[in-house]
């Protein structure tokens, strides 16, 4: 039984150049801290490689960070203290 091969019907591998397609002229936008700004990382890195000849640029102006690809645009508005913020005003 340990030998047997899982296989997943429902799970695929991600496709950087489908999902560079299906958002094109469209916007990606993570919100977060620094657990979401390593999602955004990710998925940069997993689109340029999808794509390493398209033309890509970083625009870095904290707390906004933008990768622009030539069909999309993936953004990170980096928010470390939403829950702190959100905390303190349900208190109030």
Same mark, same amino acid.
């Given at each position: 039984? =340990?030998? =047997? *091969?899982? +296989?997943?019907? /429902?799970?695929t =591998?991600?496709?950087?150049? !489908?999902? *560079? +397609?299906?958002?094109?002229?469209? +916007? /990606?936008?993570? /919100?977060?801290?620094?657990?979401? =700004?390593? #999602?955004? $990382?990710?998925?940069?890195? *997993?689109?340029?490689?999808?794509? %390493? #000849?398209? %033309?890509? #640029?970083? /625009?870095?102006? !904290? %707390?906004? @960070? +933008?990768?622009?690809? *030539?069909?999309? @645009?993936?953004?990170? @508005?980096?928010?470390?203290?939403?829950?702190? #913020?959100?905390?303190? $005003? $349900?208190?109030?």
């Amino acid at each position: 039984m =340990r030998d =047997r *091969l899982i +296989t997943c019907t /429902v799970c695929t =591998r991600f496709d950087g150049a !489908d999902f *560079l +397609t299906r958002m094109k002229g469209k +916007t /990606v936008m993570f /919100v977060g801290d620094s657990l979401g =700004r390593n #999602q955004w $990382e990710s998925l940069v890195c *997993l689109l340029h490689a999808a794509a %390493p #000849q398209s %033309p890509a #640029q970083l /625009v870095s102006a !904290d %707390p906004l @960070y +933008t990768y622009k690809f *030539l069909v999309c @645009y993936v953004h990170m @508005y980096h928010a470390a203290c939403m829950i702190i #913020q959100r905390l303190s $005003e $349900e208190i109030n």
